[in-house]
Structure formats: structure tokens, C-alpha cells
């Protein structure tokens, strides 16, 4: 282990390299973090057998089953596919784990609980934001801002908006010591009971403040759940299906957004002589019943391992992972080798203020960028636009009220039913080629929504069905491209020792972005007319088209040893390279020229080879 004095001493070298990739400085925190990429390469099966007897036994972990397990684990851990050649493992062991790797969806009943549990949060999350879409079509005159003027406007978007305004400016940033104080469970169950309340409590509401009380307050609920479901899933899941299960939260938001959207329908037609407004008091409301179900249940799945080992309760976190996995060596395997990423992040831990070193270490900063660069598109590309407001979009359009809340009902299907395949294609084509190819789609799809409101009403049935297709093939095209990418890139590029602060500060990024987006775009859609406002976002998705050539590293497939390899390249040297992919498409797809594609990283591999070489 390098002592944390000699890494100070080495980051305070002032000296300039050779090296065009950065400072000595930087080359040093590239090598802590490998050594994060995996602590236990380079030892030997003996010596990792005997540091995961004395992990067992110094912690208490069980009988002589357990020891033999940890045993085992703990070489197990250097290198899980490599399990054929690990010695002492019976041949039912080796089913066992090898079967983690053919049957990969092959989990214990707890693992199925988790997954629904993180599921069901994801739809809470749907619902929330967009119940509100069918049910301001009329609660917004009953709350007297129902009317074209720029006062009114203003203020239907600031309501609307308000919850997200909550998870920029505090929610968001009480992630951390949520999960601290309460664990992941107790998080999720205090948000999903705030989310809950506040849902039931907008249905209720008698003035428009009263209700932008309600939903600012529902954004208590939004912001530390977002944040910590994902983690969640990432620390109890098996590495197998890890990236899997990362994804279905943006999966499963589709899906609530989708009963978001069933949830208007079904309420449209309720009416009371005593209660005014009961249609959109119910579906206000409506969101808090998956979040009660996660409420009831969320105790009944086991507390994140991670969590207990943060919390030095390591019987406990053994306890936990045994019910997560098949089998008791597969459970010391993955707690071993969580004890070793803990200790190491511990012992290579620098930075005091976690937030500074996001912006003073530069490979930090590159990584900073990319993921704000996505972050900020997810919302500015315009896709919240048709969530919240769809509804009375296809109202301006002239669709009925009924006609108009069925239509958004298509629109969260697509997204929905799009959404399921990019947990292949995320990982086949890659995050950075999904969002070439999409923005410039989801570009034209914006401009041909707001262009068919210039098809003249005498051409009524052409006219709608224009104006339909256009918010379609955007939610086509976005599914499987910014849609699920920003929240998984973000929670892969920065090094583990700040990533929760990293994906702490992606998470309120986007919400404040899509604050901004919900209380802008009545006045907007007013002042630009609605074809301006639709080409204003369709310009957005050709602005995000050049940040991701120009500052957004592929990160398919790579360790976190190649992402810091990755993110040391300067900012200027990357967006050169973007610009030359240019040429190389037009020479290889257009031209049809044999021309080899350009891997900027070979560039940081010589330099790293002269380096060995001038310092033997």
C-alpha cells in the first residue's frame, strides 16, 4: 500500500512532463486510481486465500463453512471468470458460479424483490411528473391562470415545475446524508412516504400557492430517491447483471410515465356535485399508490452490503449478500472484494472537499464536463416539453380534451416500449454513437412537430395526425438514446472516490434544467408562437449534437484503469479528434474509401511505453 504521505509529496511536484496528457501530478492520481480498478491484482491465490481467512475471522463471520468461504471468495474476487482454475472449489461450486455467468437472470427470490422494489420507485417517479400533464388542464382555470396572459403563464409553469425546482436547489444535495443517517432503505422509505403524502395532499389543494406548496414539497420526495435507487441497485446486484439493473430505472420511469398518462384517462370523466375539480384531484393523487406499495415492502429486502461495510457492521453486510446470492461463496466473493475497494479508496482518499476536487483535478473535470454535457441535454432536447404539456399541446392543435390525453397516452407507450432495448443497445453500439445518431433524429422530429401546425386547419385529420407523428418519432428516437445514457454514463466516468458527489451533482443538474424547461415553456410557447418554441428545442438537439463530438469520451466497456486513461487526454486534443471523425464519415460511409478509423488512446499508450523506457 502507497503511504498517504509519499502520494502528497508526488501530487505537490510541480515539474511539467513529457507526457502531453498532463502533469506528474495527474500520472500519480491515474495510478490510485487503477489500483481502484482492482486492489487484488498481482497477488497470489496463497496470499489471497490467507487474507480472506483473516478477514473471516477477524470479523466473526461464521463457522468453518464461512472461513473456507471467504477463503475461496477472496481469490475469487482477483479474477470471477476465472473460476475453473481456482483450486479447492468442489465441482458443485463451480456449477454454482459458473452459472452466474450462463444464466445470468438465474437470482435468488430476494434479488427478484430488490429488482421490483427499484421498479416500482422508478414508476413513482414516472407518475409524478406527469399526472400533472392532464389534470392542469383544468385545475389551471379553477386556480384563475387559465388565460393567455404572461402573468398566468408564469405561474401555471412555476407550479408545474415546482417539485423540480426543490431537487436542484436542496433535495438532491440531501442524498448523502440521507444515505448516511438511514441507509438505502430507509432513504427510499422516507421519500417514497414524502412522495406519498405530498401526492394525496395535491389533491386537496384549493389555491394555486396551496398547490405549489404541495408540489415544491413533493420534490423532497423526487430528489434523494433518484439518486439513491440507482445506487442501490448497483450495490446489491451481482456483477453479472449490474449494468442491467442500473438501466431499469430509466426503463421503469418510462413505464410510469406511461401510467401517468392512464391515470389522466381514467380520471378524465369522474365528476362530483359536491367536489369541484374531483377528475383532477384524482389523478394528482393517484401517484402516491405505487409509492405506498414501495413503502409497505421496501423492509422487506435487505439493507445494501455496501452500506453495512461503510458502517463497519460486517456480520450484518454478510447476513444481507448471503440472501442476495445463490450461494455463500459467490456472497464472500462480492463482500471481499467490496472490502478491498473500500479500504483502498480509504487509503488513496486525497481530497478533503470532495465537490473542489470535481474541478481542481482535471481528469475529475473532463469527466465533470461529459456528464454535465448529457445531463443538461436530457432536459434542453425538449422531452419534458411533451411530458408535462402533450396534453395541451394536442389542445392547441384541436384535438378534443379526451382526443389529446389519449394521444399523450401513445406517446408515453412509445417511450416506454423504445426504452426496453437500449439495455442492449447502450452497451452494443455505445453511449457516445447512440447520442450522434439520435440528436440530429430527435432535431428533425421537434422541427416537424412544430411545422405541422402550419398545415391549415381546413386539413383537419392531416393536420393532426402531422402533429401526433412528430411527438412520436421523438419519443422513438430519444428512448433508446438520451433517455437512458445520461444517468448510466454518469454514474461510470467519475473515480469511486467521488462518484456520489459526482452523480449528486448530475442529478440536481437535471432537475434544474428540467425546472427550467417546465416553467419557461407556457411564456415561450407565448412568445415564440408554438412552432419558434419547437425549433428552439430542435436547435438545442443540434447544439448537443457538437458537445457530444467535441467533449463526450466513449465509455463502453471500459475499466475504471482505461477511463482514467481515457479522461486524461486534454479537452483540446478531444474535440480535434471529434472534428476529424467528421472526415473519416464522410470519407468511409459516403465516399466509400478504405480508411482505417483513428484511436485517439493509442497516443496515451506510446506515450505511457516511453515513459517505461526513459525511466529504465
Known amino acids: 500500500m502507497i503511504e498517504k504521505e509519499k502520494i502528497e509529496a508526488t501530487l505537490s511536484e510541480k515539474a511539467v512532463p513529457q507526457s502531453p496528457f498532463g502533469t506528474a501530478a495527474e500520472r500519480a492520481r491515474r495510478s490510485l486510481n487503477a489500483k481502484l480498478s482492482n486492489p487484488l491484482a498481482g497477488l497470489s491465490h496463497t496470499e489471497l486465500r490467507n487474507q480472506g481467512r483473516t478477514f473471516a475471522e477477524l470479523h466473526e463471520m461464521g463457522d468453518e463453512s464461512d472461513i473456507r468461504a471467504f477463503e475461496l471468495g477472496a481469490v475469487l474476487a482477483q479474477s470471477p471468470e476465472r473460476y475453473a482454475n481456482v483450486t479447492g472449489l468442489t465441482n458443485q461450486e463451480k456449477r454454482v458460479v459458473g452459472r452466474e455467468f450462463t444464466h445470468r437472470w438465474s437470482q435468488p427470490w430476494k434479488m427478484y424483490a430488490v429488482i421490483t422494489l427499484c421498479s416500482l420507485s422508478a414508476t413513482v417517479q414516472g407518475m409524478d411528473q406527469t399526472v400533472v400533464n392532464g389534470a392542469q388542464i383544468f385545475y389551471k382555470h379553477q386556480f384563475g391562470i387559465g388565460d393567455d396572459s404572461s402573468r398566468s403563464t408564469w405561474l401555471v409553469g412555476l407550479v408545474n415545475s415546482a417539485p423540480y425546482l426543490c431537487c436542484a436547489l436542496i433535495s438532491s444535495w440531501l442524498t448523502v446524508p440521507f444515505n448516511h443517517w438511514f441507509g438505502r432503505r430507509g432513504t427510499i422509505f422516507i421519500a417514497c412516504a414524502l412522495s406519498a403524502i405530498t401526492c394525496l395532499w395535491q389533491g386537496f389543494v384549493a389555491t394555486r400557492w396551496a398547490m405549489f406548496v404541495a408540489r415544491f414539497m413533493l420534490g423532497f420526495g423526487i430528489g434523494p430517491k433518484s439518486a439513491t435507487v440507482p445506487i442501490y441497485a448497483a450495490e446489491t446486484a ?142 434542453f432536447c425538449g422531452v419534458n416539453v411533451i411530458s408535462y404539456y402533450s396534453s395541451e399541446i394536442f389542445l392547441e392543435a384541436k384535438f378534443s380534451p379526451a382526443a389529446a390525453l389519449a394521444a399523450s397516452l401513445g406517446w408515453g407507450l412509445i417511450n416506454w416500449v423504445l426504452s426496453i432495448p437500449a439495455i442492449y443497445t447502450i452497451d452494443t453500439f455505445g453511449r457516445r454513437n447512440l447520442l450522434l445518431l439520435t440528436f440530429p433524429l430527435m432535431s428533425m422530429a421537434m422541427l416537424f412537430t412544430g411545422f405541422s401546425f402550419w398545415i391549415p386547419e381546413s386539413s383537419h385529420s392531416a393536420r393532426l395526425a402531422c402533429i401526433a407523428l412528430g411527438t412520436y418519432l421523438f419519443g422513438v428516437v430519444y428512448s433508446p438514446g438520451e433517455g437512458p445514457v445520461p444517468f448510466t454514463y454518469t454514474a461510470e466516468v467519475y473515480p469511486l472516490y467521488v462518484r456520489s458527489y459526482g452523480m449528486a451533482l448530475g442529478t440536481a443538474t437535471m432537475w434544474f434544467c428540467n425546472f427550467i424547461l417546465g416553467v419557461t415553456w407556457p411564456s415561450l410557447r407565448a412568445a415564440f408562437t408554438i412552432q419558434g418554441a419547437f425549433g428552439w428545442h430542435a436547435g438545442w438537439c443540434v447544439v448537443g449534437w457538437w458537445m457530444v463530438l467535441l467533449f463526450m469520451p466513449e465509455t463502453k466497456g471500459k475499466t475504471l484503469e482505461e477511463l482514467d486513461q481515457v479522461f486524461s487526454v486534454p479537452t483540446r486534443l478531444h474535440a480535434q479528434y471529434g472534428l476529424r471523425q467528421i472526415g473519416y464519415f464522410f470519407n468511409r460511409y459516403l465516399l466509400q474509401r478504405d480508411v482505417r478509423p483513428e484511436i485517439l488512446y493509442e497516443r496515451e499508450e506510446l506515450v505511457k511505453t516511453q515513459d517505461v523506457g526513459f525511466n529504465a
Open 238 to 379: 451481482p456483477p453479472s447483471i449490474r449494468g442491467a439493473l442500473v438501466m431499469q430505472w430509466q426503463v421503469w420511469t418510462a413505464f410510469g410515465t406511461m401510467v401517468g398518462y392512464a391515470a389522466d384517462l381514467i380520471f378524465y370523466n369522474v365528476n362530483s356535485s359536491t367536489i369541484v375539480g374531483l377528475n383532477w384531484r384524482c389523478m394528482m393523487a393517484s401517484a402516491m399508490f405505487p409509492a405506498l406499495v414501495v413503502c409497505c415492502f421496501v423492509f422487506t429486502c435487505p439493507e445494501s452490503p455496501h452500506w453495512y461495510m461503510r458502517q463497519k457492521q460486517y456480520c450484518r453486510a454478510y447476513r444481507s449478500i448471503c440472501t442476495l446470492r445463490n450461494h455463500k461463496i459467490q456472497a464472500a466473493r462480492d463482500l471481499y472484494y467490496m472490502h478491498t475497494l473500500l479500504e483502498a479508496e480509504n487509503n488513496m482518499d486525497l481530497g478533503r472537499n470532495k465537490l473542489l476536487e470535481l474541478i481542481k483535478v482535471p481528469r475529475n473535470r473532463r469527466a465533470m464536463l461529459a456528464s454535465q454535457i448529457v445531463m443538461f441535454m436530457q432536459q
